[in-house]
């Protein structure tokens, strides 16, 4: 009866070729190889009742081909377990060549950086840094700063009115008030903060910008302490070598007011495009606190004298990092707000 086994083997043979993946192979093993139910422990059963003389030849046979189903078994298990390793591993493939991955990381607006330059540099000098409220009165933005319902000077001031008694602070000059209402002199305090002004966008213009007040109060506080203080202040701002230069000016609320310029910082004050051939660039306000004002915050002010400046952080932005258009700070477009740091 050898070609039953020839068949079975045939048969296996035919099976193993469809095998395509361990679980299948199990399957296959079970069925030929199971100590019960297999395909070859039934043949091997049939032994017994078989011809005496034909039994030894068909037990040969049959060790032979479960012999050759063992072995074929166990060379594709072992082929299919390399192949499933090979996949596992290829799928966990790590490209360790690969660029990392950026995570961007934000930064101070130039805007911030060149506000706390300034804050730094008064902090050095004994300043306190204080704020004010955006939305004010019109006595804090107006009246208190001498300038009355009828004052020409508000004309110079657009202002976005919220009612007939708020606005939107036009100056940071307000502050001042606050602050002295609350505290007496001596005092030196810097106060950085957003203006409102109904400006039509344009490259020097935005209807909201910073500044920074500064206001110095004392006993026998000086003209000479006002010009050595923001003279100090502009030389730690811009370079050891500007100069500043004082001409006469109006603010309702100081007397003497003046307007400060420097020494064209592109071209050293010799003349360019910049400073409009003029050799200096307007920075900033100041003058002496108008007895008028201590007055009416009821200081006395026969014994306290001060002073204070007003500055925009925009344009000194503008100027530090040779920005020629406003409008760049506030709109936002990353490729230009991380050029700064
Ligand atoms: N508040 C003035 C302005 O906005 C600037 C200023 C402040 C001038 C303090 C003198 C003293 O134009």
Redesign the pocket.
């Known amino acids: 009866m050898p070609h039953r086994i020839e068949e079975l083997h045939r048969r296996f043979d035919a099976e193993l070729k469809q095998v395509t993946g361990l679980e299948a192979l199990l399957d296959l093993r079970d069925r030929y190889l199971g100590r019960e139910k297999g395909i070859l422990s039934q043949e091997l059963k049939r032994l017994g009742r078989l011809p005496k003389d034909h039994r030894p030849e068909y037990g040969r046979l049959a060790n032979q081909l479960k012999d050759y189903i063992e072995g074929e078994i166990q060379s594709l298990t072992a082929r299919l377990r390399q192949q499933e390793e090979a996949e596992r591993l290829n799928q966990e493939h790590i490209d360790l060549t690969l660029p990392g991955r950026a995570y961007p990381t934000g930064r101070p607006h130039p805007l911030v950086l060149v506000k706390r330059q300034i804050e730094e540099i008064f902090v050095k000098m004994g300043f306190t840094v204080v704020d004010g409220p955006e939305v004010d009165t019109d006595y804090y933005n107006f009246e208190a ?1 001498n300038m009355p319902k009828d004052h020409p000077a508000r004309d110079t ?1 657009d202002t976005f009115y919220l009612s007939e008694e708020f606005l939107l602070r ?4 307000p502050v ?1 008030i606050h602050y002295m209402e609350k505290h007496q002199p001596p005092f030196r305090i810097v106060v950085p903060g957003r ?1 409102f002004r109904r400006d039509n966008p344009d490259p020097t213009h935005s209807p909201m910008f910073f ?1 920074v ?3 110095v109060v004392g006993e026998a506080v000086s003209l000479a302490d006002l010009k050595g203080t923001l003279e100090f202040f502009l030389r730690e701002l811009f370079s050891p070598d500007t100069r500043a230069r004082f001409r006469p000016s109006y ?1 309702p ?2 007397e003497p ?1 003046a307007e400060v310029d420097i020494s064209c910082i592109f071209c050293r004050g010799t003349g360019c495009r910049m400073c409009k051939m003029s050799g200096w660039i307007e920075i ?4 002496m606190v108008h007895p008028k004002i201590f007055e009416r915050v009821g200081y006395d002010s026969q014994t306290v004298s001060g002073f ?4 925009g952080v925009d344009r000194i932005a503008m100027l530090k990092y040779g920005v020629d258009d406003i409008r760049l700070f506030y709109e936002n477009d990353l490729r230009f707000i991380e050029q700064f740091s």
């Open positions: 700063l001031q036009t100056h940071t000059s001042q203006v500044q007040e500064g206001l603010f609320f100081v007011g900033l306000g100041a003058g204070a400046w007003g500055m």
